[in-house]
């Protein structure tokens, strides 16, 4: 499956994002997806996961609350929302699909297939 994630930008401390990830060549629903983030000279981290029903979702501690992880099969499309922006926000957004287990983990490793970053700043 290839991945497409667009929607990054440059936003101000409190304001917000809608992060896109369009995907095609498989079976999109077949998939769970996650969003996860990287910073300058920090390790990727885990955003969100949705399972490939779009029932169950997962949650870093750090966007609970402020971020929202939804899908729409029909469209082939995860999308990332993001209110509350903060500058600890800022890093590159990557979305990634995994086929093979039950339901989404928190585990960049277990993802196989990833998409492009696109780059989300907030400024103080």
């Known amino acids: 499956v290839q991945l497409q994630a667009s929607g990054g930008g440059l936003v101000q401390a409190g304001g917000s994002l809608r992060l896109s990830c369009a995907a095609s060549g498989r079976t999109f629903s077949n998939y769970n997806m996650g969003w996860f983030r990287q910073a300058p000279g920090k390790e990727r981290e885990f955003v969100a996961g949705v399972s490939r029903s779009g029932g169950r979702t997962d949650y870093a501690d750090s966007v609970k609350g402020r971020f929202i992880i939804s899908r729409d099969n029909a469209k082939s499309t995860v999308y990332l929302e993001m209110i509350s922006l903060k500058p600890e926000d800022t890093a590159v957004y990557s979305c990634?699909?995994?086929?093979?287990?039950?339901?989404?983990?928190?585990?960049?490793?277990?993802?196989?297939?990833w998409g492009q970053g696109t780059q989300v700043t907030v400024s103080s």
């Open positions: 990634a699909a995994d086929g093979a287990l039950m339901w989404p983990s928190v585990h960049a490793h277990s993802y196989p297939y």
